[in-house]
């Protein structure tokens, strides 16, 4: 069983190398999930868990890769920005793709009963992924703005939409033909006018989606210590200075967020 | 809040459209699996239930994507081979990747418990993929050598080696430097001189990893019915054909499986 | 000047081998050459130093390049069909398109004033190319056989086109309009019943354009050869074997042609 | 002859997009140029007639093609930097890559006798030709810097080893040997105090290349004109501005040249 002879199937693998200072994004989707929430029985237009769920296996792609700066995500998607600079796995795009995905996949179904409690899951889901790169810091805060534009018109239309299906009893149909063609004024003013809901007010996560960013944190822990000459044991406070990746639900579009975090775009991060 | 401002960061995703006319394969493999396989106590040098929810996680993969011909799987990866004329998604590459591998992480944690029963799955693990094309027969079939080649030479090795730590009570580092430069026919001396073991009767599933095909299946059930003028139920033996996806432990080196299967590379499957 | 601080920017070139095992076909255009045939005065619909130019450019790119199996050329472009098992360059695609492109363009000028006599080049005419993978010898024969359809398609079009224009005196516009919505029987039969031609009798290299394949050539020649006993040179004639890039107009959507130079797509070619 | 049955044929070709808002480098180099040198007995080191005519070619390049910001030659090689924001020919890397290629070997055979007056071009030259991506201003400087410290060396050591050897009578073995392991600071000695030579002196095209960039240039012609009441034409001078392509023998690594010519990395250039 001479493996070398076989051996020269390995030349068919082609180099897939990332080009060398650009950002690196890799966007993940839920596959099917339509159908997947409505078979686990999502709260419509927003189902807390689901996004609480999303955002924890986010979290653990953030720790377990390298040389991830920033992700962002709304609804059944989440996008993953790797460093300018990153050379984990000598930037080979596969690599990057299949590592983010099967880490969420297998992140969500473990922490699922975290989240969803007796809501039992049903069968094993899927996400697809894709790679971009993008050359300049502007570039890439334009792809973020566009994700959490996205996000701002879905979930209007979604909120106004479940809005007339569930209180004023259209159905589907016809709560998408009384949209049809309304501007976000629109919008705003069906909430207001016939379901007394400011849209402003409405929770930030749904309407601005949600940042993962690396933040220091100061933990404060009691430890337990029996200092040498005293016979018991005594609990002291203890601060540890940690990095950590912490959810923010703010608008990512205008300028502010990249000043207040000069950080993320360094480029020396 | 204008997404059309920034949608042209639309054009920075480019086409990974793979060549028509050419098997896909995506070989999938776990990530620090050596760790993982440590702290979750498997078996050495093989575990059954490790080896079968690797099996159960590319049945799924094979039953949920599109046009999967064969899979093979040996230790922590498993390869899928699309076929050639499949148009699943267009042909592109990140779509194949991270759906197989998502798919089976996903699967992975959700069938864990089916295998490792009260053995507890501590974190979620991750898996990487890659993408290879083959233009020809020829070519794919010498691709399933090469990794069933691997199986044999690791197995081999992998086998004395955990006999003589085992069995005999050398470190690691000893059982290791006992095999340096050692050929196929010393290893299968060890192991009978010392073990008493004719490794060719060692479990095939070790030996050749595992084949995954479509094979249609007659399926007798019992059926409970009524007949118009009879007054009790009556139960009937029902048979169904379906075509599922069959574990097989041969060997696929020869040409004796591409005979017996000749529609795995029929041009029109 | 210290060259090695700025040689990180080679990291930036990417890998672009070619796919092992598959046909690489480089296709050549002229740029522009609707307004370069215009201006050099072309004969129309067909000028014969033209397209005999284009012929022996072809086959100095032939004779000066590697492992170029087969090409074939019609009007203002030229396919060169590189081996499947070539490493010329490691596969690498830059290198084919652009040597084939340079050594056709500086050939193009180098030779034009063999075929075109005293009309002056007036100024260098610019060529493009692009490179596509065939896996299998049948994609490959159809890439061929399209072109060759393409050629027929057009030169009937165009010969019926000029006979409207040069003897019945109509604008290109009325031409055009005349011919709009016809099929090739209609075609046939316009320049058969208003102009006396029978579209099967016109030259073959208009109607199915130029294959170049390696043929081997006995060449014989006479050489002076001065026999030991005797005082006065003799003449005698040496026959020579060699390779030579010969030019054929024939059908090759057929059958016929690839049994007969069956050489063209054996494996080990 | 149906065309349409082959035509899925077009379904092979790849996209080969370059990404958005990147540098687009083409470098082309002189194929087998050390023995072309030789069959037309260019002079050593540095032939003027070889590199005045390479320079006329990448004119023609940078005039025929569009988007062109900036170019750099040396002995046989030349670099071609397309605009950032270019979508010429939808900024297809083959497209890039044969039309430069293929302009410079059709000018470099049209304009050769211009330059090298009665010494006869023997064959028609061949060039090579790559595509590289510079996402930052930075990095294209720098790209830039590698090529012109390339210059440098190659310069300074052809300089002295041609000394050598046509001054000193060494061999070229000789000279290669007494160069082996030297410094910059050891070759301009050597220039110094065995040739009177000071390296510095040198005509700045041997020792910096040629930089080519657009320049507006005033132009003053003299016209002959009749005005109305006049018997006589009168010659008057007449000045247009025209955009013309300069070549410069420059330095590029220091932030001068680019601090004077601002407008060639301009983002909206």
Known sequence: MAKSKFEYVRDFETDDTCLPNCWIVVRLDGRNFHRFAEQHEFKK???DRALHLMTKCAQTVMQELEDIAIAYGQSDEYSFVFKKKSKWFKRRASKFMTHVVSQFASSY???WKDYFKDQQLLYPPGFDGRIVLY???QNLKDYLSWRQADCHINNLYNTVF????QRSGLTPVQAQDR??????GDKNEILFSEFNINYNNEPLMYR???VLIWQKVNEVMTKKIKLPKE???KEVEVTRTRTKVVPL???IIGEQFWEEYPEILAEDS
Do not use: I, R
């Open 179 to 184: 949209l049809q063609g309304t501007l976000a």
């Open 231 to 233: 016979s018991e044991e």
């Open 249 to 251: 639900h703010c608008d």
């Open 135 to 137: 050359p300049s810091n």
């Open 162 to 165: 479940w809005m007339l299906v």
């Open 109 to 111: 179904v473990f922490y």
């Open 208 to 210: 601005k989606g949600t």
């Open 45 to 47: 237009p927003n189902d």
